[in-house]
T-cell receptor, first 112, second 112 residues
Framework: GENVEQHPSTLSVQEGDSAVIKCTYS??????FPWYKQELGKRPQLIID?????GEKKDQRIAVTLNKTAKHFSLHITETQPEDSAVYFC???????????FGEGTQLTVNP | EPEVTQTPSHQVTQMGQEVILRCVPI?????FYWYRQILGQKVEFLVS????????KSEIFDDQFSVERPDGSNFTLKIRSTKLEDSAMYFC??????????FGPGTRLTVT
């Protein structure tokens, strides 16, 4: 089955800096790659996603890049703010399936 | 903006008892899911449901688990005989297609 590895497990940045979280996956049949933000005690919230026919997608301060050949994708947050502090999870879905396979999560802390 | 809702928010039960977790997916969505998250760990897929039948299930989803869509709005997860290791946060999710899965607020299940 699919294996998703996520790095780093914790990331601390100063407000205004950029943050990058990386994920690698094993199943070449995966074609959908969402990112979720989960604040403490809350639901995972879909913040951005990318499909395999696209290399990069941007939404304001958030961007995701995908390298299908290398089987890795990354979340980039620019101009970080304290409210960006949360656990971020990457996930994959393979072409014929419906399950999302999640990474282990990255605790992002933005220090004011 | 429509959201997935879940009840109860917290359920405490004794080992061996049956529990039913309830979810109301977003109204025009066709795909429904259950995931669970043990405290401090990643989100794990349990089951997906489409067109009134299970479309995919994980190895966690054994004979103790069942899902049902008893009417046009509710989607339930039943655990027949709970075990201590079933203690977790259970999230329901729904999507219009197999992508963009939106999560509910979760039910915290505590088995004593």
């Amino acid at each position: 089955g699919e294996n998703v590895e996520q790095h780093p497990s914790t990331l601390s940045v100063q407000e205004g800096d950029s943050a990058v979280i990386k994920c690698t996956y094993s199943d070449s049949a995966s074609n959908y790659f969402p990112w979720y933000k989960q604040e403490l005690g809350k639901r995972p919230q879909l913040i951005i996603d990318i499909r395999s026919n696209v290399g990069e997608k941007k939404d304001q301060r958030i961007a995701v890049t995908l390298n299908k050949t290398a089987k890795h994708f990354s979340l980039h947050i620019t101009e970080t703010q304290p409210e960006d502090s949360a656990v971020y999870f990457c996930a994959t879905r393979e072409t014929s399936g419906s399950r999302l396979t999640f990474g282990e999560g990255t605790q992002l802390t933005v220090n004011p | 903006e429509p959201e997935v809702t879940q009840t109860p928010s917290h359920q405490v039960t004794q080992m061996g008892q049956e529990v039913i977790l309830r979810c109301v997916p977003i109204s025009n969505h066709l795909y429904f899911y259950w995931y669970r998250q043990i405290l401090g760990q990643k989100v794990e897929f349990l089951v997906s449901f489409y067109n009134n039948e299970i479309s995919e299930k994980s190895e966690i989803f054994d004979d103790q688990f069942s899902v049902e869509r008893p009417d046009g709005s509710n989607f339930t997860l039943k655990i027949r005989s709970t075990k201590l290791e079933d203690s977790a946060m259970y999230f329901c999710a729904s999507s219009a297609n197999r992508d963009e899965q939106y999560f509910g607020p979760g039910t915290r299940l505590t088995v004593t």
